[in-house]
C-alpha cells in the first residue's frame, strides 16, 4: 500500500536537529536510531581480491567485522551501525549475502553479549536487475533480487537498504545533454515508479522477518550528477543543475517510505534533510568523513539533521592507525560524541547552525540542502505530494527560486556558467506541462526514440 | 536560525571559480577560434552548438559549393570539434557542451559517409569496456564520446564485459590502447586478470583504467595498466600513443600525478 506525503513531518525546520527524529526505529541490538543520541555507521568495501570465492569473501567481513566492533569498544563508543553494501556477488548469489550477514551478526552479538555495546547491521543490496545491454527492472533478476533481502533478512542484517536504478537510463542520458525534461523523467517520474514497485516489497520482506526496512537513496542519479560536478574548478557540469537534480531527487526517494518503510534513509541520499522534513523518519548521512570515498562541497552541513553519521565506504586494508574500518568508525565515533555532548548541553541547535553555516554559502548544492531551505523544498513537494510528476516539477522549481533568492542576498556566489544554467533549467521547468499525462506521453515517444537502451516495459509501460 | 554576515563569509570560504571566472564569455571564445573559409565557418559553428541539422545543412552547401566530403571532416567536422576541445580544456565550457557537439559531429561524419564511396581515416581504433561485473557505464561513455570526438575509432564493448571478450577484441582489432572503467573495488580485479591474459599471449598495449575506486596505486600494479583520472585524459593518452609511441613507463611518467 503506497500512501503518499501531503504535509510535513515538522511544524517548521527549527525543529529538525541531529540525532532525533519523529518517528525513531528500533534496531538490532539494543539500538534506536534518532531517538535523542547520533550513532556512527561505518561502510566498507573488500579489497579487490576478496570477492574470488564466498569463502573468501566471508572471512574479509569477519575481519572487517571484528576490527571495526574491537575499536569502538576500545575508545568507549556507546553504539555502531554496520553497513555492508553488496558486491555483486553476494546479490547475484543471495546465499553469499545470507553467509556474509551471518558472520558479521555472530560476531556482533558476541560483542554485544560481552560489552553491552548497542549495534545493528545494514545490508545493502545491489540492484542487480539489469543484464549487459539493458535495465532489466522486471524481468528474470527481480525474484533473484527479492531472494537477496530475503536472506539477508533470515540470517542476520537487521536494516534493509537498496540504492536502485530506476530511471537511470533516461538520466544517464539527459544529464550529459543539459536535458532538463530527461532529468525530470527519469528521477522523478521513472524511478518513483520503481521504487514505489520495490520498495512495497521489500517492506514485505522486512515485515515477514522481524527486521526494517530502512529506505533508498538516488545515488544511481543525483550523486551521478553530484559527481560529475565535482569541485569548485571543475567543469563538467554546472552545479546549478545538480542541486535542481538533488531537489527532483528527493521526491524520488520519499517513495521508499511511502511504500512502508520507516529509515534510516542510506547515507549517501544528501536528499535526506528534505525527506526527514516530510517524513520524520531517521537519516544516515555522509560528509567530511567521506572524503575516503569520494569529495563533495558540504562536508559539515550534511551533519545537521543526521541520525547516523556515516563514511560512505573506504576500501579495506591497512593503514598507520590501524585498519581502515578502524580509522575510520573511530573518526565517526568522536563526531557522534560531539553531536551528543551538545544535545546534553543543551547546544545542540547552535551546533546545528554552525555545521549549516560552515558550509551553507560555499555552493549552491550546500545552499540548498541547509536546512531551512531543505524544509522549503519539502513544502514543494507535499504540495502535490500525490503526484509523482508534479512534486518532482514543485521541488526543481522551488530550488531554482531559493537559489535566486542566495543570489540576491549577495552571500551565495555563482559563475556566470552556473548562472546561465541555472536560468535555463528554470526556463525549461516553466515551459513544462501541468499535466501528468501529457508529460508522460511526451516524454515516452522522446525517449523512446533518442535514447536506445530505455525499455517502457522496466516501467510496465 | 543562526546567520552569517555578509562580510564574514569571505573568511569562511573562497569561491575561487567565481573569482577567476573569465572575462570572455564561451560563444566570444570560440568566435575567435573558427576558421574564416565561408563554407567551413557555419559547420564549424553548428558543431560547437550541438546543432545536428545545422551540420548537415552546411555540409550540404559545402558539398554543393564542391568541397570533398572526406576532406570535410577533417577540414569542417573536426575542425569545429578541437575548437570545443580547446574551450573545454582551457575550462571555458562544460562537458555537456561537448556531449552535444561530440553527436552533432558523428551525425556529420555519418552524412559524409553517404555522400562518398571513400572511407575516412580514423586516428586509431581504441577498445573501450566496463569491467566484468560492473554495470555503471557513464564514465565509460564519457571516454567513448571524447575518443570519438577527437577522430578515434572507438571499438565499445559495453559494460559488464568479460575478461576473455576483452582480450578476442584486442586480437582482433588489434587497438593503439584499451580503456577499462569501474566504479567498484571487487570489478576492478578484473582488469589485473586482463592485463595477465594479454601479456600470457605476448600483446603488450598500453591498458588506460580509471574510475570511481580505480585508483593509481591499484593500476601501477599490473605492467600494462596506466592511470587516467579524468575522462578527459584518455584522449590525452591517446594522442600521446600516436605523438610519441606506447611505452608504458613514459605514460606513467607524463599521467601518474600522485
Redesign the interface.
Known amino acids: 500500500m503506497v500512501k503518499k506525503y501531503t504535509s510535513m513531518a515538522y511544524a517548521k525546520a527549527d525543529d529538525m536537529l541531529f540525532g532525533n527524529c519523529k518517528f525513531p526505529v528500533k534496531a538490532g541490538l539494543g539500538l534506536e536510531i534518532g531517538a535523542g543520541y547520533a550513532t556512527p555507521e561505518l561502510n566498507y568495501a573488500p579489497r579487490p581480491q576478496a570477492g574470488k570465492s564466498k569463502e573468501k569473501l566471508v572471512k574479509e567481513y569477519e575481519r572487517i567485522t571484528t576490527d571495526a566492533m574491537a575499536r569502538m569498544v576500545q575508545i568507549g563508543a556507546p553504539s555502531v551501525v554496520l553497513e555492508t553494501e553488496h558486491v555483486e556477488q553476494m546479490s547475484n548469489n543471495p546465499e553469499w549475502g545470507g553467509a556474509v550477514a551471518h558472520a558479521q551478526k555472530t560476531i556482533m552479538e558476541e560483542y554485544h553479549d560481552e560489552y553491552g555495546i548497542k549495534c545493528a547491521l545494514r545490508h545493502t543490496i545491489g540492484d542487480i536487475r539489469e543484464d549487459r545491454d539493458y535495465l532489466q527492472l522486471r524481468g528474470d533478476k527481480y525474484s533473484v533480487f527479492m531472494e537477496a533481502f530475503e536472506q539477508c533478512a533470515q540470517n542476520g542484517a537487521d536494516l534493509l537498504s537498496v540504492e536502485s536504478m530506476g530511471g537511470k537510463e533516461v538520466f544517464d542520458y539527459s544529464i550529459l545533454r543539459n536535458d532538463t525534461a530527461g532529468i525530470l523523467f527519469g528521477i522523478g517520474v521513472l524511478g518513483s515508479m520503481d521504487m514505489e514497485m520495490i520498495w512495497s516489497d521489500i517492506a514485505d520482506v522486512a515485515k515477514k522477518n522481524g527486521v526494517v526496512a530502512a529506505g533508498d537513496t538516488d545515488c544511481a542519479q543525483a550523486n551521478t550528477a553530484m559527481f560529475i560536478a565535482g569541485g569548485l574548478l571543475d567543469k563538467n557540469l554546472a552545479h546549478t543543475t545538480a542541486i535542481v537534480a538533488r531537489s527532483i531527487a528527493a521526491g524520488r526517494s520519499l517513495c521508499a517510505y511511502e511504500a512502508g518503510a520507516t529509515g534510516p534513509g542510506k547515507d549517501c541520499g544528501y536528499e535526506n534533510t528534505i525527506i526527514k522534513s516530510i517524513s520524520g523518519v531517521p537519516i544516515s548521512q555522509e560528509g567530511k568523513t567521506s572524503t575516503c570515498a569520494h569529495s563533495d562541497v558540504m562536508g559539515n552541513l550534511t551533519m545537521q539533521c543526521c541520525d547516523l553519521w556515516s563514511n560512505e565506504s573506504v576500501e579495506y586494508h591497512g593503514e598507520f592507525g590501524g585498519t581502515t574500518v578502524q580509522c575510520w568508525v573511530e573518526t565517526l565515533a568522536y563526531d557522534c560524541s560531539m553531536m551528543n555532548t551538545s544535545l546534553k548541553l543543551g547546544k545542540a541547535k547552535d551546533l546545528r547552525d554552525i555545521l549549516t553555516l560552515s558550509d551553507k554559502y560555499r555552493d549552491p548544492q550546500g545552499y540548498v540542502l541547509a536546512y531551512d531551505n531543505a524544509y522549503r523544498v519539502g513544502q514543494a513537494i507535499v504540495k502535490d505530494g500525490e503526484d509523482n510528476y508534479l512534486r518532482a516539477k514543485n521541488a526543481a522549481i522551488e530550488c531554482c527560486n531559493i537559489v535566486g533568492e542566495g543570489v540576491a542576498s549577495g552571500k551565495l556566489k555563482l559563475t556566470r556558467f552556473e548562472t546561465n544554467a541555472l536560468a535555463k533549467v528554470k526556463a525549461d521547468l516553466e515551459g513544462l506541462t501541468d499535466d501528468s499525462d501529457k508529460f508522460m506521453s511526451d516524454c515516452l515517444t522522446k525517449y523512446k526514440e533518442e535514447v536506445a537502451v530505455f525499455r517502457t516495459e522496466n516501467y510496465g509501460l | 536560525?543562526?546567520?552569517?554576515k555578509?562580510e564574514d563569509?569571505d573568511g569562511?570560504?573562497v569561491?575561487?571559480?567565481?573569482a577567476l571566472?573569465k572575462e570572455m564569455?564561451?560563444d566570444e571564445a570560440a568566435e575567435e577560434l573558427y576558421p574564416k573559409d565561408e563554407q567551413i565557418y557555419p559547420i564549424a559553428k553548428a558543431i560547437y552548438e550541438g546543432e545536428e541539422d545545422d551540420v548537415i545543412d552546411g555540409l550540404k552547401a559545402a558539398i554543393d559549393a564542391g568541397k570533398d566530403p572526406i576532406a570535410l571532416i577533417n577540414e569542417a567536422l573536426m575542425t569545429g570539434m578541437g575548437v570545443v576541445s580547446k574551450l573545454?580544456d582551457d575550462?571555458i565550457?562544460?562537458?555537456?557542451n561537448v556531449?552535444?557537439s561530440a553527436?552533432a559531429m558523428l551525425d556529420g561524419i555519418e552524412f559524409c559517409k553517404t555522400q562518398t564511396t571513400e572511407v575516412p581515416e580514423p586516428r586509431g581504433k581504441i577498445v573501450c569496456h566496463v569491467a566484468e561485473?560492473?554495470?555503471h557505464?557513464?564514465g565509460k561513455?564519457?571516454v567513448a564520446a571524447l575518443l570519438r570526438a577527437s577522430g578515434y575509432e572507438v571499438v565499445d564493448l559495453?559494460?559488464?564485459c568479460p575478461v576473455d571478450e576483452v582480450i578476442e577484441a584486442v586480437e582482433k582489432e588489434k587497438p593503439l590502447m584499451v580503456t577499462g572503467t569501474a566504479l567498484?573495488?571487487?570489478?576492478?580485479?578484473a582488469f589485473?586478470e586482463i592485463n595477465d591474459k594479454l601479456l600470457e599471449k605476448g600483446i603488450k598495449l598500453p591498458f588506460a583504467c580509471g574510475g570511481g575506486?580505480v585508483n593509481q596505486d591499484?593500476v601501477s600494479q599490473y605492467d600494462l595498466g596506466v592511470y587516467g583520472e579524468e575522462a578527459s585524459d584518455a584522449v590525452k593518452i591517446a594522442n600521446f600513443i600516436v605523438g610519441g609511441g606506447d611505452d608504458i613507463e613514459k605514460l606513467r611518467e607524463e599521467f601518474h600525478k600522485h
Open positions: 536560525m543562526l546567520d552569517l555578509l563569509i569562511i570560504l569561491r575561487y571559480n567565481v571566472e564569455t564561451p573545454y575550462g565550457i562544460f562537458l555537456p556531449m552535444m553527436d561485473g560492473d554495470v557505464d557513464i561513455n564519457i559495453g559494460r559488464d567498484m573495488t571487487t570489478t576492478m580485479y589485473k575506486a591499484f
